[in-house]
């Protein structure tokens, strides 16, 4: 008589509501696969669509080429944009190269380019909150001329500022932002230059400050949290950091194989969202190993509801 198996250990599992794809990402992605099937393959994306490997792995599959740079991209096939936006010069290269492209900047990150322009129109100094280095940053960086932005990354930048002309300022922010951090520095901007413009409506956007908030939620119930995105997603690894400051641990896993089951020991409450650019099949893969280790229930805390849609470019509606 053979012994019977030892019970699996019961574990909740809190899986926040917003995760996951937001309307721009979405829109990247079928912009990519639309492009395959109206040109056929391959099609150049000049940096990675979206930031992540499963993703970027599906559309390379169907026959998408990553590059980093246009000067990659042969004479005669097409090339998309990413979502994070790109400098003017980048277009522009296109254009005089005669490269057929098509612009996959989310329609809130082209928001921030066209207040970028009008600020400048009017001979204003833009301060931009944002983490160099970061693709939706040097985008914005390239949309006026060199000078009339200021890069800000944290409070001690907004600190340390010294304008030329105090009373002329604007300043604009990277829509993956922590909003808390964000606001910090806003307060400091805000005290120091009371005549600065902030932007028309919310620059972070409703996606991010959505996971934000539904990570907020989850955590103070959760021993352990798990963010499924890829390490140079900046909203993803804002999102470990919200949990993080809920006195949360957190990690970030691009998927199921990144789980370390020794971290999960003693875990009886464990919380999962997922980046803007991480699939849903991801998290399911991740609920899945979870499910053979442990006794789960499973529980969805939704805080908020997404029904946005953003436009095709013209031409793809019905490719």
Known sequence: MTDAPSARPPMTLLIAAPRGFCA?????????????????????????????????????????????????????????????????????????????????????????????????????????????GHPEVIGTLGQVPEGTMTLIETVEDAEAFRPADPENLAFLTQTTLSVDDTAAIVAVLERRFPSILPPKGEDICYATSNRQAAVKAIAPRCDALYVIGAPNSSNSVRLVEVAEREGTPARLIQRAGDIDLDWLHGVKTLGLTAGASAPEVLVREVVDLIGEHFDVHEEQVETAQEHIAFKLPRGLEAA
Not at 46 to 67: C, T
Request: one cysteine or more; hydrophobic letters at 40%; a positive charge.
């Open 24 to 132: 721009g990402v979405d829109r990247a992605i079928v912009i990519v696969e639309r492009a395959i099937e109206k040109y056929g393959a391959p099609v150049y994306v000049r940096h990675e669509i979206v930031h992540n490997k499963y993703v970027v792995d599906s559309l390379k599959a169907k026959g998408a080429i990553f590059v980093e740079e246009l000067d990659q991209v042969p004479d005669g096939l097409p090339v998309v944009f990413s979502a994070h936006g790109v400098p003017k010069a980048v277009p522009a290269k296109a254009e005089e190269r005669g490269l057929s492209y098509l612009d996959a900047t989310c329609p809130l990150v082209s928001k921030v380019h066209r207040q970028a322009e009008r600020h400048v129109k009017a001979d204003r100094h833009i301060l931009f909150i944002g983490h160099k």
